[in-house]
T-cell receptor, first 114, second 111 residues
Framework: EAQVTQNPRYLITVTGKKLTVTCSQN?????MSWYRQDPGLGLRQIYY???????DKGDVPEGYKVSRKEKRNFPLILESPSPNQTSLYFC?????????????FGDGTRLSIL | KQEVTQIPAALSVPEGENLVLNCSFT??????LQWFRQDPGKGLTSLLL?????REQTSGRLNASLDKSSGRSTLYIAASQPGDSATYLC??????????FGTGTRLKVLA
């Protein structure tokens, strides 16, 4: 089944403790992206990747890191999480970000930073 | 800076009604517009994608239109059903790899 898989689905942690949210897709998509969703603000793009080893900042990249060492994986890293990063996070992929292919989303990761 | 607005934020309708959801954007320089459905606890499911050169797309009971010059898109749902209850989001692609989302319309279809 074609899908985007995020782990973990839920995480409660404390300020400053490094964490990684994994994202994997099995559709051989070139483009992958991370979003956060907050009430009243909608989805905002954090980082995206056009292909292996090629990443760029979205609208809200502060406090996050990403890497794209393999085509299927695009982990989101919070080096020193803070309470303002408490949010619902989504990973998405599409065949090509520069074309007219739809984005496919994972089921989301709910992060709570205390 | 591109802004995407969806009004109303919430909508309740009786089953069987035809309804229209609205999406407006401030800059007509878009590559495409995509409508999504989001169910509680789940990710977004793509419903329809309209390229900037297109005026509408249809899938089953859904029809999406795009008017770039006025900065508007509508999602028409025919003969609504309780299973259509969800949050509907629109998103515009504003650059090769950048997307701007609206805040969504939460739809409830009453049986």
């Amino acid at each position: 089944e074609a899908q985007v898989t995020q782990n973990p689905r839920y995480l409660i942690t404390v300020t400053g403790k490094k964490l990684t949210v994994t994202c994997s897709q099995n559709m051989n998509h070139e483009y992958m992206s991370w979003y956060r969703q907050d009430p009243g603000l909608g989805l905002r793009q954090i980082y995206y990747s056009m292909n292996v080893e090629v990443t760029d900042k979205g609208d809200v990249p502060e406090g996050y890191k990403v890497s794209r060492k393999e085509k299927r994986n695009f982990p989101l890293i919070l080096e020193s999480p803070s309470p303002n990063q408490t949010s619902l996070y989504f990973c998405a992929s599409s065949l090509s970000g520069g074309g007219n292919q739809p984005q496919h989303f994972g089921d989301g990761t709910r992060l709570s930073i205390l | 800076k591109q802004e995407v607005t969806q009004i109303p934020a919430a909508l309740s309708v009786p089953e069987g009604e035809n309804l229209v959801l609205n999406c407006s954007f401030t800059d007509s320089a878009i590559y495409n517009l995509q409508w999504f459905r989001q169910d509680p606890g789940k990710g977004l499911t793509s419903l329809l994608l309209i390229q900037s050169s297109q005026r509408e797309q249809t899938s089953g009971r859904l029809n999406a239109s795009l008017d770039k010059s006025s900065g508007r898109s509508t999602l028409y749902i025919a003969a609504s059903q309780p299973g259509d209850s969800a949050t509907y989001l629109c998103a515009v692609r504003v650059a090769a790899y950048k997307y701007i989302f609206g805040t969504g319309t939460r739809l409830k279809v009453l049986a």
